[in-house]
């Protein structure tokens, strides 16, 4: 069945360093790809999304690219800063879904200053 | 603003014991969804309704029902609770029934089952 796989954590990181969190997945046919952060104590939120190969998702400095050929979406910020320290989760959503996420195991981030 | 609004925030039970968990949206979305989320696991799906009237398992669905009178509230019954269905729960909507749209989700609801 379908599946994602993404980077285990924590990782932790200094203010202003480069961010990539890696996620592959396994579907038939063509998915949408998301990232959904989740900050302590709060439900998870949409950070950005790719409906189609070749998209890339941008927001608040975060970017990701719906790579077909490699079955990616990694997630990547040039600079992060502490406010960044969250869970991120990269999520698929089969080709004819009703709206299902299929989500991976999720990735502690942790932003020192 | 309150968008999807779970209650309660926190729950203690004892094995056997049934709950339901509550789920309220004021955005007039049709799709709404319940999953859990255990350490390690991520989130996995439990539950899922397109409409009034329509509901459907999703991956972990035993142990728990749905019913779905409304389109505002999508609530989940523990009917004999037991220790695994210690976790968080999150209750999700969207406007779009397809698989690109945007998921709204609650705070959660931290169940612990004794």
């Known amino acids: 069945g379908d599946s994602v796989t993404q980077m285990e954590g924590p990782v932790t990181l200094s203010e202003e360093a480069f961010l990539t969190i890696n996620c592959t997945y396994t579907?038939?046919?063509?998915?949408?790809l998301f990232w959904y952060v989740q900050y302590p104590g709060e439900g998870l939120q949409l950070l950005l999304k790719?409906?189609?190969?070749?998209d890339k998702g941008s927001n608040k400095g975060f970017e990701a690219t719906y790579r077909k050929e490699t079955t990616s979406f990694h997630l990547e910020k040039g600079s992060v800063q502490v406010s960044d320290s969250a869970v991120y989760f990269c999520?698929?959503?089969?080709?004819?879904?009703?709206?299902?996420?299929?989500f991976g195991k999720g990735t502690k981030l942790s932003v020192k200053p | 603003n309150a968008g999807v609004t779970q209650t309660p925030k926190f729950q203690v039970l004892k094995t056997g014991q049934s709950m339901t968990l509550q789920c309220a949206q004021d955005?007039?979305?049709?799709?709404m969804s319940w999953y859990r989320q255990d350490p390690g696991m991520g989130l996995r799906l439990i539950h899922y309704?397109?409409?009034?009237?329509?509901?459907d398992q999703g991956e972990v669905p035993n142990g728990y029902n749905v019913s779905r009178s409304t389109t505002e509230d999508f609530p989940l019954r523990l009917l004999s609770a037991a220790p695994s269905q210690t976790s968080v729960y999150f209750c999700?909507?969207?406007?779009?029934?397809?698989?690109?749209?945007?998921?709204?989700f609650g705070e959660g609801s931290r169940l612990t089952v004794l």
């Open positions: 999700a909507s969207s406007a779009d029934r397809g698989n690109t749209g945007e998921l709204f």
């Open positions: 579907a038939t046919g063509y998915p949408s």
């Open positions: 790719a409906t189609k190969a070749d």
């Open positions: 999520a698929l959503s089969p080709r004819g879904s009703q709206g299902n996420l299929i």
């Open positions: 955005m007039n979305h049709e799709y």
């Open positions: 309704s397109v409409g009034a009237g329509i509901t």
